[in-house]
């Protein structure tokens, strides 16, 4: 294995994506001193290579081709790496403060969501590349999430769990669980779970892909 051209390629790969050695290595959950050997040409074991590739969002035989290959044309996301984020928190000020680490479990983002402190939360996929016109990224649907465009832009649904309504120009579309749709959004759509949910019903789950140049979000806080 070639160290030296490994150290080079994840430095410019982390340069690139305006890390610093200390974030890289909290990431990859290694020392930052592994990080700065690395970048030296230094030898480090493959599956610490490995780990510090994953966390770059790529894997390791990417990161040995040449130097004038290794264009980001590819990202990967790791199943570790998202989070979970409230489309909006309507939670007492004290209680929103005590931060998201609980969004990461299931059953607390669905007694948020039963509770009506939170109508659906929302992950964006960690794969989206710096040249690229691409995000993705899946929702939970608890109550109606309205969107807000600001250019125009191509998106696409996947009805992963669930059936929901889909409101575009003014037209509403029923989704069933399998159901996809691609449309032009050019102002506001809207969406929500097919039928009001009782206690024990699980939300919707919607994969989505958007143009970045379309800058879809949620009304609220989340993605």
């Known amino acids: 294995m070639d160290y030296g051209l490994l150290g080079r390629n994840i430095r410019s790969l982390r340069i690139r994506k305006n890390l610093t050695i200390r974030q890289l290595a909290l990431a990859a959950e290694v020392?930052?001193?592994t990080i700065v050997r690395l970048e030296k040409g230094?030898?480090?074991?493959?599956?610490?290579?490995?780990?510090?590739a994953h966390a770059l969002n790529t894997d390791l035989r990417r990161v040995m081709l040449p130097s004038n290959a290794l264009t980001e044309n590819m990202a990967i996301h790791r199943e570790e790496t998202g989070k979970w984020l409230p489309t909006q928190d309507r939670r007492p000020a004290r209680a929103a403060e005590l931060g998201d680490e609980g969004f990461e479990d299931e059953k607390e983002r669905l007694r948020l969501m039963r509770h009506g402190?939170?109508?659906?939360?929302?992950?964006?996929?960690?794969?989206?590349?710096?040249?690229?016109?691409?995000?993705?990224?899946?929702?939970?649907l608890f109550e109606a999430q309205p969107y807000a465009s600001v250019s125009t832009g191509e998106v696409f649904f996947v009805v992963q769990r669930g059936a929901v309504r889909l409101m575009v120009d003014g037209i509403e579309y029923t989704l069933l669980e399998g159901d996809a749709v691609t449309f032009v959004n050019l102002g506001v759509c809207g969406l929500e779970p097919q039928n009001p949910l009782g206690p024990e019903d699980l939300p919707p789950v919607i994969l989505y892909v958007r143009q970045i140049r379309a800058v879809v979000r949620a009304i609220g806080q989340g993605p």
């Open 31 to 33: 020392d930052k001193s």
């Open 42 to 52: 230094m030898p480090v074991k493959p599956e610490i290579g490995n780990r510090i």
């Open 117 to 140: 402190f939170v109508p659906g939360f929302g992950r964006l996929f960690n794969c989206a590349l710096p040249e690229g016109n691409l995000v993705a990224g899946v929702l939970e």
